[in-house]
């Protein structure tokens, strides 16, 4: 072993020796007239991504990825980097993707950030409420769907240099002191009346050039039925709210049977789900869109799609995180 490294050291330094040679072998008139190539490969496989709520160009809240420095475990961290990128003009501008933009007012400024057992405390100064009348109650989903994205984030509590945030002074919106994502998004209100009424959040799909990217909608409805059963109908049917938001769910994919238990859902579908019937194959943009709603609107930590028309097909999603 030891003689082999030697032999492979000796013939590395004759190679290495005769190709200097022949470099100074070479007219130097010659030398100028050969291109040499190069190429660079820089492989990052540490960058960090987090999800981040944004105003799109038709007025919506999409979901964006930006990359961030700190870890998942690093909470406090992470808000304060996330939020940056939320205000307008401020220090994180140059990580807002193309065809989004910022929602909190420029001057805002980020007095402190708390966490504790699920909750996020975070203090602004006065400047966020110089938001405009139109995105008051934006800038607040903005601020509790990005926070409650970073792993462990269930509820946030927004200050107002040091006063709890419970009144949209324009608006006069009344908010609940700790805040989640019961409060909603995008909201589109389809009511004949106002008993009973419940509330579901379906994932879109939305594009920028050439980019697509998902957007929530949170429908208030009277409707009782299960929620997958409404989120499966929303994303099959035509139009949808806006030409702007599109499903690729096939319109005749059909939810035969749920089945739910503590941290497990069961959906079996007809074979429309495929995007490829010979190929048993579905669109990553299905399973992302529901995915992400029935993360929204079930606290299930397993999702198993099945299609029994030919007895042959399961697909478990293990987490939904």
Do not use: W
Not at 168 to 181: A, E, F, G
Not at 208 to 228: A, C, E, M
Not at 252 to 279: A, G, H, Q, R, W
């Amino acid at each position: 072993m030891l003689k082999r490294m030697t032999m492979k050291k000796i013939l590395v330094s004759t190679l290495s020796l005769c190709a200097l040679l022949l470099i100074y072998m070479v007219p130097k008139e010659e030398m100028a007239n050969i291109n040499f190539k190069q190429k660079l490969e820089y492989i990052n496989e540490d960058i960090l991504k987090s999800d981040i709520y944004l105003m799109d160009s038709n007025n919506y809240l999409g979901m964006a990825s930006v990359v961030v420095s700190s870890s998942n475990t690093q909470i406090e961290r992470r808000a304060k980097e996330l939020m940056e990128i939320l205000i307008n003009d401020g220090v994180g501008e140059n990580k807002v993707p193309n065809g989004f933009k910022s929602l909190l007012p420029s001057e805002t400024k980020i007095l402190s950030i708390k966490y504790e057992e699920g909750l996020i405390k975070i203090n602004f100064s006065k400047e966020l409420l110089d938001v405009t009348e139109q995105l008051e109650e934006k800038m607040v989903e903005a601020i509790v769907y990005t926070l409650t994205s970073i792993p462990k984030v269930d509820k946030v509590i927004i200050y107002v240099e040091g006063d709890i945030l419970s009144r949209l002074p324009k608006t006069q919106i009344t908010l609940p002191s700790t805040l989640d994502r019961n409060f909603g998004i995008n909201k589109h209100y389809d009511l004949s009346s106002y008993q009973e009424i419940d509330q579901i959040t379906v994932y879109y799909i939305s594009k920028h050039n050439d980019n697509y990217y998902y957007v929530p909608v949170t429908k208030y409805t009277n409707d009782n039925r299960d929620k997958i059963s409404i989120i499966v109908d929303e994303l099959t049917s035509t139009p949808i709210y806006s030409s702007n938001l599109m499903s690729f769910l096939n319109g005749k994919t059909k939810l035969l049977k749920v089945n739910e238990d503590e941290e497990k859902l069961e959906l079996e579908f007809n074979s429309y789900i495929f995007d490829n019937v010979d190929d048993q194959n579905i669109l990553e943009e299905v399973l992302y869109t529901l995915m992400l709603s029935i993360k929204d609107n079930y606290d299930v930590k397993e999702v198993i799609l099945e299609v029994n028309e030919n007895g042959n097909y399961k697909n478990v999603i293990k987490t939904i995180e």
